[in-house]
């Protein structure tokens, strides 16, 4: 029999390795290091600080960070048990805020039993009220109680498979005789006469209106949602679905002023952490029978209840998280665990119809929009106009059914499964993985997500992730920071802002007559912005921006101030805006405007949209300008050009210090461009380390990890003594990895690839030289990075001309990392089987050689193990182009933000280094793999041997670093490194 939810992370049947006083389940003997980081994992869990942890590829991370975090949430249920369990026997207890309380009480449920009484209050009436809250907390104790064990009963049910699949098939069976019934009804009514349409609309023309819009200031009263979909989603409602809950009977103003109540700290007790969202305070109000707004006067609430705590686990890429699930499943945890895969609808939608949109903004807004008609449909006839047809909506879509929904989420929890597997039992259930695995988050243990989904805001609010007291690990985190900046910052071009215009303008004049006054009043402001927008940019609007030219050229950088004054819409409300254009989804109905009207016209339309129809024509990109590299199976369909423009409107909204505003100009007004750049990503990090418990900022290599301290961490609030820092070295022996610096080459030519120096012939020379050396003595494969694509074809051709290229292939076979995305396989694939091939044959040619790029498709996620990675060779430094205006403004920011450190380069140069060495570690770290691992790293510039440089490499490697003034004594060390290594294995 399954154990019981609440005691399945206690029962762990693996082998149990103890390390520093805590029991971890482990599948096998785990590694010194690894024993070491879970011990310090579990330390910074328990005491809620930001801990980075730096942990070699092939050390077993993953598995750490599983055994380590679970292992810790295993023994925090135990003392929560515990204390309720206590609580629950005496009925009282001590429930002061001590240090040696268990962490639920601590953390999370901050009571109001020691609160101080109001001076002169008589002694009956403090022991009353204190009885009265503990007589409460018990009370509502019990009630969670009796929820878990009813949601812990209803997973063990889901052993009998049988069951759940029968009650499935039939409840499909029934979905599928209502949809034919529907289909016989549409059919039926088609042939009957047909209704009057307003202005003689054509036949789906009515649902591109715009409905009449109200601000949130101005809504009265919100819907409520049916009963069964309260019960199937408990406490957990996500914000897209807030509107439709209703407020319980009490009005707005009460609702607000209950909200504040909770917010407001405790009498003398400190902060109160009172539940988030609207719902469960209104839950936790009728609990204690009480009038919100009576809470709020008093100013505190009784103790609030136990608070399930979460362990949310990021990573970059949906690949990198079905690893991490995979892991999980070998794990001890495997069996027992309640984990819950989350993805984007792009990922997790199974309605075809929705899916074939192709942009992810797209197909978020149609499933909104869908779930909206949904809710609209139910208020039915008591929303009726008699005079006035209502426009027909959006078909509700056929998965979101709360019934199958509910059978997902419970399979979804009863068994570790990756995203595949929940769109796999999606499809088969006919229900909704996107919503019905958001229906799972209350009851799960562990959340896996992408970093993405997490780290943005709106998007963490509408998947209905609650931070607060939760546990974040976000892996693979050495590109954080750069991930965060490129999240929020967004690029508009001319060419966008003109057909935006264009196909606005088009809109509001075929529909103006239905149009409310309200609408009219948003979108003239939208096109006055548009219009702003082009005029910074020195061209005119109304034009076709392919054949304007601009009088000034170049690249313009302002703070967000500056270009809102002189594109002269300071004046207008910014944030009205943009929650115009997300609750009325006008860029949606722009798009099925353009999509109706844009290529095939009625000919009654034509001399009407004539020219709007040839401006669209013109603007579309031609078949030849489609990327050679892309395949044009898998381009995405592209989106409105203001959905787009929408996130710049959002980005002008960031404070004045934190972003900047580029524009460019190039030429012509169609290339040209408005991006928004943002400065400081702390901004968007601080919330996440503010509510949550305890943060995990984990990755193979980490170093420097200067810029995650002061950018992310210093900037976000977070106090120097909260942010714990561990690195463990390698699971290979000291001697198994040899990196060298080669400051000289072959002729003793320096070796210097700076940006100046690199394109000299005689350095290229250099570089094909000491390349043909070393593939002469390294047996296998071969990994040889460039600082960019550009220098790697300019080499290249060198080396063609020059002969290089035909010596290095008489050694080597030759293979380049390619551009496009989809030949990556392809390449990897051939010089896989060369280097098998070359193995067996023992031919002249040992092995192949492969020419990448650092920062490129082979400098991440792939690992060059065993023969296929014998050696990497890093040519240069790859410093970012200092000449950027991004990076001069960046640079400049941190300057003026962050303290100069005595005898520390200044923050901006510290950057510029901090950047290229991620880049080098990254490359560098492709090679070994695995424990009996070996590999030699050639780093060929004389700069690596710097101090201040070295100190950036990985610890495991800076130990056993040899700088080599000359060729001589480098080629030798490699020669004997090889074959001492290839007598041993």
Not at 842 to 859: H, P, Q, Y
């Amino acid at each position: 029999m399954r154990p019981r939810a609440s005691e399945s992370l206690g029962s762990m049947a693996n082998e149990t390795q103890k390390a520093g006083g805590i029991h971890f389940p482990f599948p096998f003997t785990p590694y010194s290091i690894q024993k070491d980081f879970m011990a310090e994992l579990y330390r910074v869990l328990d005491a809620g600080k930001i801990g980075i942890f730096e942990s070699p590829t092939g050390t077993g991370k993953s598995l750490s960070l599983i055994c380590g975090a679970l292992s810790w949430l295993r023994d925090f249920e135990q003392k929560k048990r515990e204390e309720e369990a206590r609580l629950l026997e005496t009925g009282t207890g001590p429930l002061r805020h001590e240090k040696d309380e268990s962490p639920c009480l601590s953390s999370s449920c901050e009571v109001a039993a020691g609160t101080p009484r109001p001076a002169g209050e008589p002694a009956w009436v403090t022991e009353f009220v204190q009885k009265k809250e503990e007589r409460d907390l018990v009370d509502r104790l019990k009630a969670e109680q009796a929820r878990r064990r009813q949601r812990e009963e209803r997973l063990q049910q889901l052993q009998h498979r049988a069951q759940l699949k029968y009650a499935a098939k039939r409840l499909r069976q029934e979905q599928e005789e209502t949809e034919n019934l529907l289909r016989l009804s549409r059919e039926m009514l088609e042939t009957g006469p047909v209704a009057e349409r307003l202005e003689q609309l054509e036949s789906g023309e009515e649902e591109l209106v715009l409905a009449e819009y109200e601000s949130d200031e101005e809504k009265k009263a919100v819907s409520r949602v049916d009963e069964d979909e309260d019960d199937l989603e408990e406490e957990h409602v996500t914000k897209e679905e807030l509107p439709a809950l209703g407020l319980c009977g009490f009005p707005d103003a009460t609702l607000e002023t209950w909200v504040r109540g909770l917010g407001r700290p405790l009498l003398g007790a400190g902060p109160c952490l009172p539940p988030q969202g609207i719902e469960e305070q209104l839950f936790w109000a009728e609990v204690c029978g009480l009038c919100p707004h009576w809470v709020a006067l008093v100013g505190h609430t009784s103790a609030l209840p136990f608070r399930s705590l979460l362990v949310y686990y990021c990573s970059r890429t949906h690949s990198q998280l079905a690893q991490f699930v995979h892991e999980v499943k070998k794990s001890p945890f495997g069996k027992d665990v309640r984990l819950v895969s989350l993805g984007s609808r792009q990922n997790l939608c199974v309605n075809e119809d929705v899916k074939s949109l192709g942009s992810v903004q797209l197909i978020n807004d149609r499933c909104v929009d869908m779930q909206r008609s949904r809710h609209e449909k139910k208020k039915g006839a008591e929303e009726e106009k008699p005079k006035r047809r209502r426009p027909e909506k959006q078909a509700a879509c056929p998965f979101y059914n709360h019934e199958q929904m509910g059978l997902l989420r419970d399979e979804a929890l009863a068994e570790v499964k990756d995203i595949e597997q929940l769109l796999a039992l999606g499809k088969e259930a006919r229900a909704c993985p996107y919503y019905g695995s958001r229906l799972a988050i209350p009851a799960a243990q562990l959340v896996v997500l992408p970093y993405q989904m997490l780290l943005h805001a709106a998007t963490r609010q509408a998947a209905g992730i609650r931070l607060q007291d939760q546990v974040v690990i976000i892996d693979e985190a050495h590109n954080l920071i750069d991930t965060i900046t490129g999240m929020h910052s967004v690029e508009v071009s001319g060419s966008q802002l003109c057909q935006a215009y264009s196909q606005l303008l088009q809109y509001m004049e075929r529909y103006s007559k239905r149009l409310k006054a309200k609408n009219l009043m948003y979108l003239k402001q939208i096109l006055y912005l548009l219009e702003k927008f082009v005029a910074m940019l020195g061209g005119n609007i109304k034009q076709n921006p392919n054949t304007q030219s601009l009088s000034q050229t170049g690249t313009e950088l302002k703070t967000i101030n500056d270009f809102l004054f002189q594109s002269q819409i300071d004046n207008i409300n910014l944030f009205k805006v943009q929650r115009y254009c997300e609750k009325s989804m006008v860029s949606r109905k722009l798009f099925g405007f353009t999509e109706r009207y844009g290529a095939v016209l009625s000919s009654r339309e034509q001399p009407k949209l004539a020219g709007f129809q040839q401006f669209l024509q013109s603007l579309q990109p031609k078949a030849t300008e489609v990327p050679a590299d892309e395949s044009p199976a898998t381009a995405l369909r592209p989106a409105s050009p203001l959905m787009h423009i929408e996130g710049f409107l959002a980005a002008l909204t960031t404070a004045n210090q934190d972003g900047r505003v580029i524009l460019s100009r190039q030429g012509s007004l169609s290339q040209s461009s408005l991006k928004f750049l943002l400065l400081n990503p702390a901004v968007h990090f601080a919330q996440v380390v503010k509510e949550c418990r305890a943060v995990v900022i984990a990755g193979g290599t980490m170093q420097p990890v200067s810029d995650f301290r002061q950018q992310l961490l210093a900037c976000a609030g977070v106090e120097p003594e909260r942010v714990v820092e561990f690195s463990c070295g390698h699971v290979i022996p000291p001697d198994n990895i040899l990196p060298l610096v080669i400051c000289s080459g072959i002729s003793s030519q320096p070796l210097e690839f700076t940006f100046q120096k690199r394109e000299l012939p005689q350095m290229m020379d250099e570089a094909g030289r000491i390349l043909c050396n070393l593939c002469g003595v390294v047996p296998g494969g071969v990994v040889c990075f460039f600082p960019s694509y550009e220098y790697l074809r300019q080499v290249h051709t060198h080396w063609e001309k020059g002969g290089l290229l035909d010596r290095l292939a008489a050694r080597k076979k030759i293979f380049q990392e390619p551009k496009s995305t989809h030949q990556v396989e392809q390449v990897l694939l051939a010089y896989s089987r060369c280097i098998q091939g070359c193995g067996q044959e023992r031919g002249r040619v040992t092995g192949a050689l492969l020419l990448s790029v650092v920062g490129g498709k082979m400098s991440e996620g792939i690992n060059f193990s065993d023969n296929l990675g014998r050696c990497v060779v890093m040519v240069g430094m790859p410093f970012p182009n200092i000449r950027s205006p991004e990076l001069q403004e960046k640079m400049a920011y941190l300057d003026q933000t962050l303290p100069r450190a005595p005898g520390q380069a200044p923050p901006g140069k510290a950057l510029v280094e901090n950047l290229c060495m991620k880049a080098v570690n990254q490359s560098i770290g492709r090679a070994i793999r695995h424990q009996r691992d070996f590999a030699s790293i050639v780093l060929l510039d004389q700069r690596y041997a710097r101090p201040p440089v070295l100190a950036k490499l990985p610890a495991w490697i800076q130990a056993r670093v040899e700088v080599k003034a000359a060729f001589g004594p480098a080629i030798a060390a490699v020669q004997k490194f090889h074959r001492e290594k290839a007598a041993s294995f």
